[in-house]
C-alpha cells in the first residue's frame, strides 16, 4: 500500500532526458516504485492529466531563514540553499535545529565569509591577524560541521570588500576539509568582470575545492555584450581541470542595499559611524562625487534604474531615485541622484534598512548565459518581508519564468533541460544523490505543472503574483501545493553536507 501514487504522468528525470509516460508510489516520504505503470493500491491517488512530475526543484542562491517560504513552494521549489553572498546565521546547528516542524521546502545553508568576519572583527577595513583569521577558520569548521554545505562569499559587500584572496583562501581551505563547496559574489559583476572570475578560480584552486559563482551576469551598459568572453573563460578554467559552475535569475535586473550605491570606503563601521560621516562635510563631499561617478558610470545618469523597494518607510517603495529627486525639486542628474541617495541614508543609517531594484543588465547577456549548460536556475530572493510592498518579481517567478518564457516561448532549451538545470544540476553541486532525481528510493520532492501553461506572472511594476501552472509540490512526500493552492503542510527539513 502506497502513501500516495500519482498517475497519468509525464515523467522528466532531472538529468535532461526526454519524459516518458509513467507513474510514481510514495511511501514513507520516498519514491516507493516508478515506472510505466506502478500496481498496487494507494491511500490516495492524483491524476497528473498528462502533466510533467519531475523532481523539485532546488534553489542554489536564496538568503531564506528557517521559514513557511511559501513562494518558494508556489513555484515548484522544494529545497533552498541559504546563507549566500557572504552573510548567513552564525551557528548553523541553531538554525538546523530551527526548521524541526516550521520549514515549506527544506533548507541547506552556506556558512558567510561576512558573517564570519563581522563575528570576530567587526566590520573594519584591515587585515585580520594570525589570531583572528585561525578564529574566524575554526567558525567555518564548526559551521561545515553542524552540516553547511560550504562557504560563500559577498566580495562586493562590506566587509569582504576589505578582504584580501589570500584570507579568502585559508576560509575555503577550511570548508575544503569537510567537502564543501566554495560559492562567490564576486568581487566585481562590472568592469573587473574578468579579474574576479579569475579570483574565484584562483580560490578554488589554491583551497582545493569545487568553486560556484553566484548570479553570473554582466552588469553596467559599456560592458554589454561581454557575455561570450565571460562564459569562454569559465570554459577555460573548466578545462583544466577546476569544477566550476555558476548559477543565474532570469531578470535584467538585481536587487539589493541601497548602500550598494556607496564606496566601500564609506560603510565602515556601524550606523553611528555612517551618522558621524554624513556630518562632516568633507567625507559627505567625498562620498557624493563618488555616488555621482557609481551612477553615472553603472546607470548611466538616469535615476529611473534605481527602484526602491523595501524601506521602513513604506510611501518611498516603488518609487525610483529619479522620482523621489523631483519631489524635492531636484533633478534626474547624477549630482541631484547623489543627493537623494544621500538623504535616504541619512534617514536609515543601518546596513540593511533599504533595499533596490537596480536595473543595470541586458537581456541579450541573460539569454546567453542561460544557454550554457552548467547553468543553474538561482533565485537570490527571499519570503519578502511586511514592509517589501514592491520586491523584485524574482521572488514569486523565477523557476516559472525559466520554465514557460525562455524554454516554451523562447524555445532556448526543451523542458527536460529547464527541468535539469533546476534539480539535477544543483544536487550534483550539493553532493545530493537523493533529491533532484526520479528514482526509487529518492526522495518524494516532487513538482506537477503544465508545460503548456506555467508562466510567471510577476512584474517589476506588479511583482507579488504567484505564478500559473503547478498542480501539486510534494515536500518529503507531504503535499504542500495541491490543485495550485498551499495545503498549509510545512515538511521541510534541514539538509545537511551529507543530506539528511
Not at 126 to 141: G, I, Q, Y
Not at 347 to 363: A, I, K, N
Amino acid at each position: 500500500m502506497y502513501d500516495l501514487k500519482i498517475v497519468n504522468a509525464q515523467l522528466v528525470s532531472g538529468d535532461g532526458t526526454a519524459g516518458t509516460p509513467g507513474e510514481i508510489g510514495v511511501r514513507q516520504g520516498r519514491i516507493a516504485a516508478l515506472d510505466r505503470t506502478v500496481p498496487g493500491n494507494a491511500q490516495r491517488t492524483i491524476d497528473a492529466g498528462g502533466h510533467v512530475l519531475c523532481p523539485g526543484f532546488i534553489d542554489l542562491h536564496t538568503h531564506c531563514l528557517p521559514a513557511v517560504n511559501e513562494n518558494y513552494l508556489q513555484t515548484g521549489v522544494t529545497l533552498v540553499v541559504g546563507g549566500n553572498c557572504g552573510f548567513s546565521p552564525e551557528d548553523i546547528q541553531a538554525t538546523a535545529a530551527a526548521c524541526a516542524g516550521g520549514c515549506g521546502p527544506n533548507i541547506a545553508m552556506l556558512i558567510g565569509h561576512n558573517t564570519v568576519r563581522v563575528a570576530v572583527m567587526g566590520n573594519v577595513n584591515r587585515k585580520p591577524t594570525a589570531a583572528e583569521l585561525e578564529r574566524m577558520s575554526e567558525l567555518v569548521r564548526q559551521a561545515l560541521s553542524a552540516g553547511a554545505v560550504g562557504l560563500s562569499t559577498g566580495l562586493t559587500y562590506v566587509p569582504g570588500n576589505y578582504t584580501e584572496t589570500a584570507e579568502v583562501v585559508a576560509l575555503a581551505r577550511s570548508a575544503a576539509e569537510f567537502g564543501g563547496y566554495y560559492a562567490s559574489h564576486m568581487r566585481d559583476e562590472g568592469d573587473g568582470l574578468m579579474n574576479s572570475v579569475r579570483e574565484t578560480a584562483e580560490i578554488g584552486r589554491a583551497a582545493g575545492l569545487p568553486a560556484h559563482v553566484s548570479h553570473l551576469k554582466v552588469r553596467g551598459r559599456k560592458n554589454w555584450g561581454r557575455s561570450r568572453e565571460l562564459l569562454q573563460l569559465m570554459d577555460e578554467f573548466a578545462a583544466g581541470g577546476l569544477d566550476v559552475t555558476h548559477d543565474q535569475y532570469p531578470y535584467t535586473a538585481s536587487c539589493g542595499r541601497i548602500l550598494l550605491l556607496f564606496p566601500a570606503w564609506g560603510q565602515e563601521g556601524g550606523p553611528d559611524d555612517m551618522r558621524a560621516r554624513l556630518a562632516d562635510s568633507a567625507q559627505r563631499a567625498r562620498l557624493k562625487n563618488d555616488l555621482v561617478e557609481h551612477i553615472a558610470d553603472v546607470y548611466d545618469s538616469d535615476g529611473e534604474r534605481v527602484v526602491i523597494t523595501g524601506a521602513p518607510d513604506a510611501s518611498l517603495n516603488g518609487k525610483s531615485l529619479a522620482d523621489l529627486a523631483r519631489a524635492a525639486g531636484r533633478r534626474n542628474v547624477p549630482a541631484d541622484l547623489a543627493e537623494t541617495v544621500l538623504e535616504i541614508v541619512a534617514r536609515f543609517p543601518g546596513q540593511t534598512d533599504v533595499y533596490c531594484v537596480l536595473h543595470g543588465m541586458c537581456e541579450e547577456d541573460v539569454k546567453i548565459i542561460m544557454r550554457h549548460p552548467r547553468t543553474a536556475i538561482g533565485s537570490d530572493a527571499w519570503a519578502p518581508s511586511a514592509h517589501e510592498t514592491r520586491p523584485h518579481p524574482r521572488m514569486f517567478g523565477t523557476f516559472s519564468r525559466v520554465l514557460g518564457h525562455y524554454a516554451r516561448d523562447l524555445n532556448l532549451f526543451p523542458v527536460e533541460e529547464a527541468v535539469r538545470r533546476m534539480t539535477g544540476l544543483p544536487a550534483r553541486r550539493l553532493g545530493l544523490t537523493d533529491r533532484g532525481v526520479l528514482r526509487e528510493g529518492a526522495w518524494a520532492d516532487l513538482a506537477v505543472f503544465d508545460p503548456a501553461t506555467v508562466l510567471d506572472r510577476a512584474t517589476f511594476d506588479d511583482p507579488m503574483h504567484y505564478p500559473v501552472g503547478f498542480d501539486y509540490v510534494l515536500v518529503n512526500g507531504v503535499l504542500t501545493i495541491e490543485r495550485g493552492q498551499p495545503t498549509g503542510s510545512l515538511p521541510g527539513v534541514f539538509v545537511g553536507r551529507t543530506g539528511n
